[in-house]
C-alpha cells in the first residue's frame, strides 16, 4: 500500500472515523492499523459484515439507476447482484489484504439471502419510501490546514432529501440487534465528521441546513437517530 495519498498527503495524517474509534479503542491498535497499515491484514471478516456491505451497497445502486419506483422483485434481483459483482470485482482486483478482502469468505446464498430479506421488510415497513439522492459520491474528503496539514476522508452511505426538502447525510446501519447496535453507535463524533466531510458540496448546491441521519436496516421506522446542523 502507498505511503501517500493521491494528493501526497502521508498516509499518517489521513483519518477515518474507524481511524478515530480505533485510537479510542486501543491506541497500539490504532499505530499498527493505521501508522503501519495493517488494518486489512489483522482484520477478519464476519457474516454480519457481508449482509450490511451488500445492502450498503444495494442503496447505492438504487441511488444511482433512480430506481425508486420499480417493483420489490426487480430491486432485490438487480441491486443485490450488483452489489455482489462490485464486492467481488473489488476483493479480486484489489486482493486480499483490501477493503472487501476479507468479507468475500462470509459473501455466500446465505448472506445474499439475508441481505435480501432485510431489505424487503426495510421497505415494506416504510410502504416503499426512500428519499431520492441528491448527489451521488463515494468517497469524501476534506482537508484541515495549518502548519501540517491532515485530511479527513470517507463518508456516509448516501445524500438525501428529507421530506421537508432538507439534505440529509445519511448512513444505513446493519444491526442485528437493533438497539444493542443503536446503543454503541458515536452520535457524537460521526454526525459532525461525516457533516464536515459533505458540507462544503452541499454549500455549493445552495442548501444552508442539513440534517445527518442514521438509518437501521432492522428497525425501519426509527426517525430519532439525527443531529441538525447549520
Known amino acids: 500500500m502507498d505511503d501517500v495519498a493521491f494528493d501526497n498527503i502521508d498516509r499518517i495524517y489521513c483519518f477515518s472515523l474507524g481511524d478515530f474509534r480505533n485510537f479510542e479503542k486501543c491506541f497500539f491498535g490504532f499505530l499498527v492499523k493505521h501508522h503501519l497499515q495493517k488494518k486489512y491484514e489483522i482484520e477478519e471478516g464476519t457474516f454480519n459484515q457481508a449482509v450490511g ?71 415494506l415497513k416504510r410502504a416503499g419510501k426512500i428519499n431520492k439522492a441528491i448527489l451521488h459520491k463515494r468517497f469524501w474528503e476534506c482537508l484541515l490546514e495549518g502548519e501540517t496539514v491532515f485530511k479527513i476522508w470517507g463518508g456516509p452511505d448516501a445524500l438525501e432529501l428529507g421530506s421537508d426538502a432538507v439534505p440529509e447525510i445519511v448512513d444505513y446501519k446493519y444491526f442485528e440487534d437493533a438497539q444493542r447496535g443503536k446503543n454503541n453507535l458515536d452520535m457524537d463524533l460521526m454526525p459532525k465528521l461525516y457533516t464536515l466531510l459533505c458540507a462544503s458540496e452541499l454549500q455549493n448546491l445552495g442548501y444552508k441546513n442539513f440534517r445527518f441521519r442514521v438509518r437501521s436496516w432492522t428497525d425501519p421506522l426509527d426517525e430519532s437517530l439525527y443531529e441538525e446542523f447549520d
Open 53 to 123: 456491505s451488500l445492502l450498503d451497497l444495494a442503496v447505492k445502486k438504487l441511488h444511482l439507476s433512480k430506481a425508486y419506483h420499480q417493483p420489490l422483485d426487480y430491486l432485490l434481483n438487480s441491486l443485490f447482484k450488483a452489489a455482489e459483482n462490485d464486492i467481488r470485482e473489488q476483493a479480486e482486483r484489489e486482493g486480499p489484504h483490501s477493503f472487501y478482502g476479507s468479507t468475500l469468505k462470509f459473501l455466500t446464498p446465505q448472506a445474499l439471502e439475508q441481505a435480501q430479506k432485510v431489505f424487503k421488510n426495510y421497505y
